[in-house]
């Protein structure tokens, strides 16, 4: 593989060193390109107390194209589908190569906060988010305190 | 002379010399209460070559000029925090020194000679995340922000391909009508480049020195914690197992029975031909294609 671009091997050593409270993101030993990731559920979510094991990977051209990012932990959310991907604007048309690691990840741990139904990838969940949100989000807290908790 | 005469009089000296480049907000009883102006650098009226900018705000308190104004600058652009610094302790300085006479015009030239003598961004590219060195080139957008002409042609290249492969891929009556519109990639303001003159420029000279990748302890302490968390979730049932749900998206279509999951301890690996194949790549898509199919199969009978 090409040398690692000196933007990533920035990023990395921006966020080991002032590291985003309630993220940690963490290169692979064999490749520098694909990222461990942990997102805390964010308070008065009903993913509080949850973490969020995720995967990211930096593309060839990152940061032109954007980083691939999914949900590796089960997670009951209108816009995260069952097989982990996200319904997020910047990870595809609203990409910008202004944005970072860190701000990706902030978005994702934004969007556990606010949920949008009406956008959905998850059709079941986004159904029931809308017709009893309370049922939802029982749900919701129930898949992060049975799949999400840390040893 | 009252005091009200002596601020009246100063701002219309302001307003004769700096004429739409300042503005006065006045309060209800008609008392001049904020002095606004925008300042560039001087370069002889060549706006291409004005690469800073901050605006001052200074509020003028009852007594004024007796008493200081409070002094803010705000939206700086080009200006990193310890120009800005610098900038607040030089306009202490001249406040106290010119307390009790007007100094509203000293602020405003102080901050200009500033940012003459420094009128290159003190900011990062924010594509490359690198500073500017003497000698690179370098373009500030309409809306005042800064890359590397080498960069900034990257992200226009790019953003154009993209745009264009999308537009391929639709049917002809969804085809945009309007064409590729370039946008800054701070703040997405429309901008109009000349992509080819950007791209003949040299890259940054701070990115030529490449530096090695370096595991660290900490970050092999971080590894390890990763990985527990890992097994962890996994031994209680919460990792998604991709290869199961397929399947069992797949059997909706044909017999709604239940799978059992698939057996995969494995934490999803890092190598390239893994994350291609079957976690991120095109696999995944297609995957989520025939997902897509079976959910409105089943949702149709």
Redo the contacts between chains.
Sequence with gaps: MAALPRRIIKETQRLMQEPVPGISAVPDDSNARYFHVIVTGPEDSPFEGGLFKLELFLPEDYPMSAPKVRFITKIYHPNIDRLGRICLDILKDKWSPALQIRTVLLSIQALLSAPNPDDPLANDVAELWKVNESEAIRNAKEWTRRYAMGN | MSLNERVQEELEALEAILMDDISIIYNENGCPELVKSTIFPSTANEVDKQYVCVTLEAKLPDGYPDCEPIVQLRNPRGLDDSTINNLYEAIKEKCSEFLGQPVIFELIEIIRESLTESNLPTCQC?????GFSDGDSFTKTKCFHYFHSY?LA??LI??KR?FQE?QDKLPAWQKSTKGFQASC??C?EHINCDVEELSSAAPPK??EN????E??S??RH??ER?K???T??KS?????D?EA??NK?LLITESNGDTPPADNTED?G???SN?NES???DG?LS??QR?NNC?LNSSGR
Aim: glycine residues 8%; proline residues 5%; negative net charge.
């Design positions: 924010a594509v490359c995340l690198y960069c990257n992200h790019t953003t993209h999308e990639p701070v997405r701070e990115l490449a530096q090695n990748f595991v660290t900490d970050l971080l590894q990763m527990q968390l890992f962890y979730q209680r049932g919460g990792i998604i991709i749900e397929e998206l999803p890092p190598s390239l994350i976690v991120m790549g995944l995957r989520g997902y959910r």
